[in-house]
């Protein structure tokens, strides 16, 4: 007998589709290695770092293009000076909100005693050094603060995905979040976003003042993922820095250059790809009501969870379908402790879960509003972080052909599922 689902679906199919590429400005820094020691040669840095002192070096979650390279090498200058560094993760409540999640996601990234050359000491301990104007206390990682002689991070700076203010994510937030472990980022969290870009510059102001925070590493990323941007910023300028890179960060976010879409396939959400998974300044559709965009896809259908994000499946709520590969993926104690901490619930809820590819995309194309469903406009995506090549449905060409920032790459393809209806290119065809 045939299912019910079988039957509502019964004769919706996927359009071919075609291979494009995103032209965006592909400026980047091209010896990063050589730029980064001459960031750090600079007089205002050479003179924070002394011989003898140890220096926590603050590493966030984030997947940071060539994390590991800039920690190594970060190690290395404070190492040359003759200081003793360690490294701590400055990552709020993300790795499960545990010490040995959050040293999980450094080894994930790369980041390893034997790999960067000093010791990593993970750990939840928090102290508090004081309170902003609204009472709230300001926490910092324990030892950071008691066992170390100074304070330097690496943060990249790009808009946040939940709030817009003069400082979003950056350095402050690292300041204010990242170090703060699980109990500052609740505590910053604790009013929700309506008041989490203030209370984020606040609480950075306070940290900036009582803690021995010397200077940090901070890039802006082009829209392909590298940097175009590194620079070493003395603890003094760190707020007005944060604040000058990132409109330079705004106009260089990936985008997906089409308008209207009806459908949106997202091949992979994950926390290193996106503090909600999938970057809501992509897609257009947010989890906060208090960041808000005119062109949203219909509808969201997301496929798997990436390997890297160790089951947090923050921001899948924001989507309309999954499927029941990456339901099975999730690990719900992760995700609720991020999105509880984040006081952003509706990030952890649950779409509707197909059993396959193959149903997603025919489900999606179904509930898409479109009253002809042979020309609903298909695109599909590898993540939200990786934009050079995208897909569109073979009735979207003749505007592809007509954009400037757009290269056709292929004739239309027939998307190819195996027996049990799933992608046979879903790993690396984008």
């Known amino acids: 007998m045939m299912r019910v689902l079988d039957k509502m679906l019964e004769g919706i199919t996927v359009p071919r589709m075609f291979k494009v590429k995103q032209n965006f400005n592909a400026a980047k820094v091209d010896d990063l290695v050589q730029a980064l020691h001459k960031e750090l040669n600079k007089r205002e840095i050479l003179g924070k770092i002394h011989p003898g002192k140890r220096i926590a070096i603050g590493i966030g979650s984030r997947g940071l293009c060539k994390i590991d390279l800039l920690a190594r090498e970060l190690v290395k200058f404070i190492k040359e000076r003759g200081a003793k560094p360690f490294i701590i993760p400055a990552m709020g409540s993300h790795g499960g909100a545990t010490a040995e999640g959050q040293a999980e996601i450094l080894a994930s990234l790369g980041i390893t005693e034997a790999a960067v050359g000093c010791p990593i000491v993970s750990s939840m301990d928090v102290v508090q050094i004081g309170n902003i104007s609204n009472g709230l206390p300001v926490y910092m990682d324990k030892h950071a603060v008691q066992e170390a002689d100074g304070i330097v991070f690496i943060a990249r700076i790009k808009p946040h995905t939940a709030f817009r203010n003069k400082s979003e994510s950056g350095f402050a937030k690292m300041i204010a979040i990242g170090f703060g472990k699980h109990r500052g980022a609740a505590t910053c969290h604790s009013y929700g976003y309506r008041h989490m870009g203030e209370h984020i510059l606040q609480i950075a102001e306070v940290a900036l003042k009582n803690a021995p925070i010397l200077f940090a590493v901070g890039t802006v990323e082009n829209a392909y993922d590298e940097i175009m941007h590194v620079t070493a910023v003395p603890a003094e300028r760190l707020l007005e820095e ?189």
Not at 257 to 286: A, C, H, Q, T, W
Not at 352 to 374: G, Q
Not at 387 to 396: A, Q
């Open 242 to 430: 944060d604040q000058r890179l990132l409109p330079i960060a705004m106009e260089n976010i990936p985008r997906i250059l089409f308008d209207k879409i009806d459908v949106l396939i997202v091949d992979k959400i994950g926390k290193e790809i996106s503090g909600e998974g999938m970057d809501p300044n992509v897609i257009g559709r947010y989890a906060s009501p208090y960041v808000a965009s005119a062109n949203y896809p219909t509808r969201i259908g997301v496929l798997d969870l990436t390997e890297k994000s160790h089951g947090n499946a923050t921001g899948i709520g924001t989507a309309d379908y999954i499927t029941r590969r990456i339901f099975n993926k999730i690990d719900f104690e992760a995700t609720y402790a991020n999105c509880i901490t984040a006081v952003l619930p509706g990030a952890a809820k649950i779409p509707i879960v197909m059993n396959s590819d193959y149903d997603l995309f025919r489900a999606a194309i179904l509930t898409a509003e479109v009253p002809d469903l042979k020309k609903v406009r298909l695109v599909r995506i590898a993540d939200t972080l990786h934009l050079k090549t995208i897909m569109i449905s073979e009735n979207m060409i003749d505007e592809a052909y007509k954009n400037p920032n757009l290269t056709i790459l292929t004739d239309p393809l027939e998307l190819k599922f195996d027996a049990k209806g799933n992608l046979l290119d879903l790993n690396g065809s984008l």
